[in-house]
């Protein structure tokens, strides 16, 4: 899902003169998270339930829609699942046995549109009809042009609604044969959970780039979500992932489950940042437990770039926690809690007259003088994107911890692609691994030492299923062709 | 513009249990006022002072789309024009020197959706178009089914969202013909004003139900607006008339005005109760000043339905204030303001266990026993449609303002048809005059005596130009045949 | 009630480069209403009634405290009655038979505190206190130097709080002969509702300068309010005034009612600003009813001061209509409705850059072109203090009304002095009349001949008590001395 | 700061069926931290960010108030500090080179009262004191009583405002002097910050119950904080403890520090609950930095109370990391994050028909089962005081993480001591650890071992100064009497 034009509905934004904290973070980002229940009678509970362990996915925005078997029920907002459904009334109206949902990554800094709040919800001829995605279309300009041309017109700047259109402008029956053809015109990565009166149904792109996972209640209801700690959540069993190419219908009136597959078939291409950095330490992606993809990267990264007469281990918290414990276990150098993070600053401004540069990261992250002074420190990140975070943490812990010397290890290799399937990367020239060699970034970091984890040791790391792995961001090899050249404008047609 | 299905997005209704004060309000209720204005630097700021002069028309919600020659830009909201727009912050994004509003009828008790607050903005192979809609058209859903089955998807509820479809998917060039063609196809009532980049146009149906006017400020912007009153209040000189099947477009580059017209022709059938009730008293509307139609019909009524022995004259405020005097004129019976209106009673709620089964009328009428006390009372009012607030006024006057006699004298014909044409009134079984003759309703409203003005007295009231007036929901006669049967219902296709 | 030192715990202010359309009433503002009511089941439901009726004495703030007969229960805030009451829940924690309620009036432009927002509760060695006063005291800095030279300190700058002090450090038993020997200390304007657990109390200055009545409803409920309109609207029978000087108590057990009276005696000074402008026009105040004195304020003043060869006579709406109406009945001149005022600009702004420089004025009225054009027409208001709005009005019927002629006519003399009885008036300096003779002022505001109404005109219209009133802002005879010189500032002890 | 008898000004509440996410915790709660400046041009500022730092300390309001050198200003909010200042406008009126700031706890579940959030400011004769208290008084009612019984009023139901009271009764001079008076009264637990006009004090009571330390910006302004951490953000040096009874003011104008002592002396008397679970890691508290505690309490625990054949060691996050990586390092058993913490919950809400009995808990805390499964497994709890949530976490464990074995170990000796200093414990019939022996805890819990860290160990590990700590939690040896008993109600005097 991706928002590329100014968006058409926007409330009007503040002019905002003050620095979020939220820019200080220097991280790719993920955009959105799905989730989907049927035949569960508090299906929208589960749902709300299912969006807050998917909570890191994104935070701009969530929404439910549910249906009562004949006719759905929608609330979307902008910010956190706990703003959106402050409280028990807001999911009242939310009735019925199947409901999906979507937790919308939030675009730094820019002005948000409640428009493009997911699900989606149209009417067309056949009813209504929703739609909650993950992941990015890179031929959305192309598909935009023809569906303008036959005379579609579009109320979101989001590549979603496509989808929508695709499917009320195919011939085909039943809904899942709309459904076939509309996702075959589709290219990029794409997690769907759609909604109708009657159906719930969950896709997957044939390079299988995002996850998307099954599993089952208790009572039997059928769940659809990004990440299995949705369904650890709700007590829903794993049952396994959705394939790429898969499309799983199931029917609420006698929860029959249809599988079909997209004819295109594809290798499978399956976004390694989600081991990395997106999905939750305790979930289970591409059948591998993330936690322990994390600590094998900082174990490997030990081997492979030690720091020989380090004191201690630290993560940069909390995202380094388990490469920094896997970096201890392998190299025998003790762990250690040297930088404490604040989770209470969430929305806070710093005023511009602040004289101090380093405020907004020491806002979040305070060092622990005591554990770092006159330490040689081993500090875990688990990636570099700009780099304008990586020298203020270094900064940090030198000046106010009084480390001695500091050693950065990266948990990745450097990145040098942007994402084109559903992850929010700078444009290449801003990637600083594309202007500065590890050498030159260790000098303007202004650590120590600076030591990236290689992709051959990341990927033997991974193990098995390690040829399944999309790793564009590091080596520019994109299985699909990037997006056509921005040229094709939306709504460009040349009037007479 | 209505909004007839479920509204898709709406967010959570909470459970009324309380006695909203709206819902004291006995009269028919106008569905929206549309302005817009190109050739402007203050465009968004001329267009909010015109919403605040068309703010009796809907309470709401509010929106205004200005456009900066090359984009679209958008604020919409629920609520009165002075809510949406609570400070100058709110207007900042709204930049560029075009630009059109609208104001939404409040729905009595409904819960309101955001999605159906206007202007809707939408893109299509064209770029970006913006349209304002003052009527309700009577082939919405035949229409609605014809584009749903050649593929288009509905985002909203309201009939307004049909005609950027058929604009969409009309092969005509330039913009202004598409327009037409769209218009074309249109049946019942429209007054619009559409927005692109660099056009401002203005459509009015070939009956004129609704009003619209041209005028020009003396900067030479020009301004569209349903009432005089929006010229008024923005110094802008009233030009003309939309005329009825007018197309007017307005470039914002030279400020060239095209004219054009729909190719069917109709009788002018305007709508007589803009003058009755709806319009603001210092607006002219179809060419005549509704103050003076108001003051006419009560003039007439006092001729045609006299009240010999009555002491004073008062008006059910505000709306009854200007028959009041014209009766009070032409009867020589003294003008009074026997009940004083409450401007400050807007959202309030009455516990639902209050005892006092009149409070609702009584907390917006407050009676002025020192006026009232031992009289015979001619109480004027503008129209009477369910019926439910006359008794409620009557006991009023005799149990608080102790008056000894209350002649109720109402502006206007029985209303027996509903209106399809933009006016929200209830079906033809809830018009208490469709049940109950006129000594059966004035037993019922408990009043000593009860008098209509005659259709024909009206009509004579407003001299020229009677021919022209719509005057369906005194005479059933439809100008343009009522809607569809509901058989035919949205998103309907069966499946196979 | 008065606020004269800057709040302390004041909510943050918007910096406003907007033009509030308040400001553009050039009228005396009342200080406050007062309501409270013992013996009846839903008392706290009972005084937000009672509060709406009373919403024009004031409306930045609302407050109702509720006692359940052992603990008082309270609910304040900024704005309307319907704003800080927006759902029956609001008054859900207010239970209990006994409750008092304070409207706060607005102070154009001004931050608004919270805390102080009445009625104010306190706890004290015999338990907890509540208090609501209209009115303002003319010795509250020496008696809060006092108070604070004993060690009180003070968490408003509200001189209604030294009342609660003075109770709290008197030695007297009972509750009745605490609140007689506080009230003693107070000099000025104070009509005062107090409540304790068990008791609810009128109290009222010995000049009576302002209003406060008593009423009983069907089932036995004793009210107090400042006005009987609050007493109608709950269908509570008017008793009699609370006189000048007396304290009544009623108890929640037995409902018995005790009354005494401050040793003080003072001649009774009512204030006749309410008769011309505050009061609600079907109150009956100081035993009169207020539309029959600004009717025959109208009256008179075509008897003083005529206008021949006038067309029409208009109000300026909705202040000036009782004495349009008087005017028109003496003079024979007919009465028109020539301005219409708008409802629901309330907090609407207008950008600064505006090139508009009566907008403000037009906003809120809007002149009938059609009833004003080339007559001679005299407008009808009710007051001019800094006269900074009657040349906009003139303007506005000349050069929008196209009027010939305009003859302004003010329904009371002219204003030369400040209140210190709980009117905002402004200083001396600023009230045109001090600045300008009549002539003058015609030719300031630019009206073809200007009237006022003689104070001897005004007190034979008034009739009999007329020598009751206080008429010092017209004469500058003021009943008790003007407050000590600023120099005694509050908290002003020196430190050695 | 307490507040313990019904708010006066309650917000109405909303009756909660919903169980909060909140509940959910059982630890002991601090009760607010302070912050105080002078002599910086950034006063509101520098106190918006120390607010941030101890955020930890409290979240149900915040607010600062600041001196431009002659009056106060004040903006107090119900939230978190990044909610009442959601924006940089809101430090606007917060004018000056001295700020006070206070962070207020959240008494979960309870209404929230606005008129208890501090700082509280207050208007005596020697102008306007603003003071923030962090701590408790156990004498407040007999102090409250005996203010009310001279005549004072009170406005909130907080300890704190009796300082101010005594304050303002003081016969002393100058203000430092009135301040050791009052102070003197006192008796419990206080570090408060004052503010004046010219003039920051701050005091800490004889016992130095909670933490208060000073320090120095660059540019020479000076700070007091409840912990270092706040200086560490705002680069301020910290430069000592105030020390126990000690009071020191600073003048605005020369910037002078002038230091006394109160007269009473008491042994130091620490709460080593700061040390356990309020203090932020990175803070020296009482001299000591409160990682090293944490860590040498886990390691203690390891030795007197080891695990043999445990597999690993998880901390529950995030209170127990640093006594878990201490029991780890001392045992030598490996450390994991066995439980994932979500940030995101706040103030969410689960519906009370969840079948899920141990939902809540699960919404907050993950198990990863790759790390837990077919593990024996040793839990570091900082604490246990109602036992509510311990017997979740080991289900939690057990069966989502299918562990072998779970062996609680709790970094602190059993509680059953209410605290009367400033900490928000149950009554001591609600303290688990008052109703069953370890053995059968350990039943209960549903743990195959559980072990407390015995009071020597603790102090043991706490090393030099073990002496000065408070332990009544542990030992029930209250150093100041208990508070009078509830007989002695406030406003309790009884009237004739």
């Known amino acids: 899902m991706r928002s590329s034009v100014p968006s058409l509905r926007l409330p009007c934004s503040a002019a905002a003169t003050q620095v979020s904290v939220f820019d200080t973070d220097d991280k790719p980002h993920e955009q959105c998270g799905v989730f989907g229940i049927i035949g569960d009678p508090d299906a929208a509970q589960m749902c709300y339930l299912g969006l807050h362990a998917l909570q890191h996915r994104g935070q701009e925005g969530a929404g439910i829609v549910s249906s009562d078997g004949s006719a759905l029920h929608s609330v979307t907002g902008l910010g956190l699942v706990s703003e959106v459904f402050s409280d028990a009334s807001k999911l009242a109206p939310l009735v019925g046995s199947a409901a ?12 948000s549109a409640l428009a493009n709040v997911q699900p989606f919800v149209a009417g067309y001829r056949f009813g209504q009809l929703a739609v909650a995605h ?3 279309l890179v031929n959305y300009r192309s598909l935009r042009h023809e569906l303008e041309s036959k005379g579609s017109i579009f109320s979101t700047t989001s590549d979603t609604e496509v989808i929508l259109h ?19 015109s589709l ?15 969950a896709v997957r792109d044939p390079h299988g780039f995002r996850p998307l996972v099954m599993g089952r209640r208790p009572n039997g209801a059928v769940v659809f979500a ?5 369904l650890d959540l709700i007590s829903a069993e794993y049952v396994r992932e959705v394939n790429p190419g898969e499309v799983i219908a199931v029917d609420v009136n006698d929860m029959l489950i249809a599988t079909s597959y997209l004819l295109t078939r594809k290798p499978r291409k399956s976004c390694v940042f989600e081991h990395i950095y997106f999905s939750s330490p305790n979930s289970i992606i591409f059948g591998h437990p993330v936690h322990a993809s994390r600590y094998n990267f900082g174990a490997a990264l030990a081997r492979e770039s030690p720091a020989p007469g380090a004191d201690i281990v630290i993560p940069v918290p909390d995202s380094g926690l388990f490469a920094a414990l896997g970096f201890a276990g392998a190299s025998g150098v003790p762990f250690k809690q040297g930088l404490i993070r604040s989770h209470y600053v969430g929305r806070s401004f710093i005023a511009p007259n602040q004289e101090e540069r380093d405020l907004a990261v020491k806002l979040k992250l305070a060092p ?11 500090v875990i990140d688990d990636s570099i994107v700009r780099g304008t975070t990586s020298s203020k943490i270094v900064r940090l812990i030198k000046n106010e911890g009084k480390a001695r010397e500091v050693h950065m290890r990266i948990a990745c290799p450097p990145i040098v692609g ?7 990367t700078p444009r290449a020239e801003e990637l600083i691994s594309n202007r500065l060699g590890v050498n030159e970034l260790r000098q303007e970091i ?3 030492s600076l030591g990236f984890l290689s992709l051959e040791s990341m990927k033997g790391a991974f193990g098995e299923g390690r040829h399944m792995l999309c790793d564009a961001c590091f080596t520019r090899k994109y299985p699909v062709t990037a997006p056509e050249p921005l040229a094709a404008e939306v709504g460009d047609e040349a009037e007479d």
Do not use: W
């Not at 290219?187 to 159906?199: H, I, N, P, R």
């Open 100 to 111: 999906i949902g979507h937790n919308r990554y939030s675009t730094s800094g820019a002005a």
């Open 134 to 136: 993950n992941g990015n």
């Open 166 to 184: 695709l499917i009320a402008t195919s011939a085909a029956r039943p809904l899942i044969a709309r459904i076939v053809e509309a996702c075959e």
């Open 187 to 201: 290219s990029g990565a794409f997690s769907l959970v759609f909604l109708t009166a009657d159906k719930l149904i």
């Open 226 to 230: 990004s990440e299995t700690s949705a």
């Open 368 to 378: 622990v003088e005591g554990i770092l002074a006159g330490k040689s420190v081993v």
């Open 418 to 424: 942007s994402c084109y399937y559903g992850v929010d």
């Open 446 to 448: 202004g650590c120590d």
